[in-house]
Structures are given as structure tokens and as C-alpha cells.
DNA sequence: TAATATCGGACAATTTTGCTCGTACTTTAC
DNA sequence: GTAAAGTACGAGCAAAATTGTCCGATATTA
């Protein structure tokens, strides 16, 4: 539970790699797949997420590849999670439509509270930066890598 | 990702039932999953593993069950999390013994500060306790509950 | 126009989660 | 003491999400 998928976890390397390099550099997809041994495509599908969410411009064509649309001290982890993963959601009860909703309990105790936590979890994101996490620790012992957990 | 878990789902509902009730009051297992309509042998293994973490009292042969060994407002979700699904962990990387580390990755920019994410991540759940989630809303709109999200 | 990119959908493999079944072991009631 | 009601625990299956792969289409530059 509560655990980051891989593809956010790509997702926060690619940032962080593009923002080592002078401003508006443009990467390709493949440089940094191969830099960190992440698989191309996934990355691939990773990064127009961000672009579509304007993390990041896209530069098609020979020679094109990404750049950052702003600097990463101004993203914060919930424009990135949501950008890769879509809305945080805690519990499908609390979705809009509520196309989904289970009318197989007789209770419901907790679904306004439940929301209140999910509030407070994003707030806890919107605080952090993704400067916060790529650019503290560049000298790493061991050569580890973010990747989901196993409960 | 950042989902509850259904098992979780069914630890707090079941500790808000139990809280319900008069003190010390014992209630089976099957009580609680027909009023909720869960799995029966599912919510067991929920329970159990709250009364192994001494969250519950179990009482074991005819008219058993469970009561709360601390009042509700006494338990931290970090508890009723860590107890139904293991230590909360958002990356592998993260681990003690470090059986798992990843050396399939050139770099390492990340590890330490997704730890510092992690634990202000079990910061916010030490401040939030079971009777917050459970206590506030019991006249809710609609039968709802909570369950899984689908990304 | 050829090479190199981003796009985007479809799909297989893998992992996690949810759930079921079966079999012990404990305690209470009779 | 025996049976019933309950917990304790583990193996195993099904469903769902995640991860990874493949393929074609489009755009841009050399």
C-alpha cells in the first residue's frame, strides 16, 4: 500500500536529470533511458504525460526530445504524480461522477473522513518540490534506484 | 498508487463498530462481516493481525471474538496501517537489510529523500487517529464505502 | 528524402491484491 | 468429556493493477 509506482519514480529521475543540465537543453527519451537503465518506452509514455501536463515542453522531430518548462523547484510532487498516475485517490467512493459507488454496505462511516485524509496527503505533496528530492543527495552510497514495494 | 487497501479498509470500519459497542463488549467475527458485508475469512485475517499487534483483544472458543484492547482514539492510523499490511514502505530502496538494492541503476539521486517523504508521510498518519476517520460522519448521504482506487 | 524524434494505442508479462478453502487449536456449554 | 462456536494459520486461486513491449503514425531537421 501506499506505495510509489515505477513510472513516478522515472518520472522524478528524468526531472532531476534534465535539470542538471544548462537551462532549456533538449533530451531525448533514449539518453536518458540509457543513463539510468530505465526501459525506453515506458519512459517514453512517462514523459508526454508530463509534457501534456506542461512539466515539460516537447521537441519533436530529428534532434528534439524534452525540456523543462519550468524549473523543478517550482513542480511539486502532486503535479507530477497526478501528470503520471492521474488524480490521487485514496478510495474510488470519493470520485465525482460516483459511477462506482458500492451499495453493497450498509454502512458508511468514513467516507467524508477518509476525503479529509486524502486532502491532507496532498497537501503534504503540494509542500514538496521535486528539487527537494533529486538535488539533496547526489552522492549516494550505494547505486539504488526508487522502485515500488512489496507490503 | 497511494491506495488503502480493501484489508485496511475493513480494520478501520470494524475497530468503529467495536467502539460502537459498550466497553469490553466481545464481538465475532462473523458479527461484524455481515453487518458490512465482507468476506468473512478475509475481515479474519484483518482482526488477527490488529490482535497480534495488541490493537484488539481476542477471546478465543464459544461466544469469543474480539474487543478493543484502547479506545479508538488511542490508535493511530500508522498503527491499524502497519498492523493489517506490514511496515509502511514506498520504495524498496528504503529497506533495512537491503537484500533487494538495485544495482541495475547508474545513479542514485533520490534514496534519501524519498525516505524523508516516507516519513513525513508516517508523521501525518501518527496525527491522525482511528476515531477521526470513523466518529465524524455517521449520517452519510449515501451507502457508500470505502474501497480501492483505480489510478 | 532519410533519419530521428515524439505520439498513442494495443497487448503480454508480472506483481499485487482480494478472496476462498481447509485444517488445526481453544474455550465454553451441556 | 464431548460437541459446538470461535480463533489461528497457511496454501492456493482469481481478479486487478502495474510494468514492460511492440507497432504504426506523425513531425521535424539535416
Avoid at 531525448?28 to 514523459?47: C, N
Wanted: hydrophobic content about 40%; some cysteine; overall charge negative.
Amino acid at each position: 500500500m501506499l506505495a510509489l509506482t515505477k513510472a513516478s519514480g522515472y518520472g522524478i529521475l528524468a526531472l532531476g536529470y534534465l535539470d542538471d543540465k544548462p537551462e532549456d537543453t533538449v533530451v531525448s527519451t533514449r539518453e536518458i533511458s540509457e543513463v539510468f537503465g530505465m526501459p525506453s518506452e515506458l519512459l517514453a509514455k512517462v514523459l508526454q504525460r508530463l509534457s501534456k501536463r506542461g512539466l515539460l515542453k516537447s521537441h519533436q522531430g530529428r534532434g528534439g526530445g524534452y525540456s523543462l518548462a519550468r524549473p523543478i523547484n517550482a513542480i511539486s510532487l502532486t503535479e507530477v504524480f497526478e501528470a503520471i498516475e492521474g488524480p490521487i485517490e485514496i478510495s474510488v467512493c470519493l470520485k465525482e461522477g460516483g459511477e462506482e459507488h458500492c451499495d453493497m454496505f450498509e454502512y458508511c462511516t468514513i467516507k467524508a473522513p477518509i476525503e479529509q485524509v486524502q486532502n491532507r496527503l496532498i497537501e503534504l505533496f503540494n509542500t514538496i518540490m521535486v528539487d527537494q528530492i533529486t538535488l539533496d543527495l547526489l552522492e549516494c552510497p550505494e547505486k539504488t534506484y526508487l522502485s515500488t514495494s512489496r507490503a
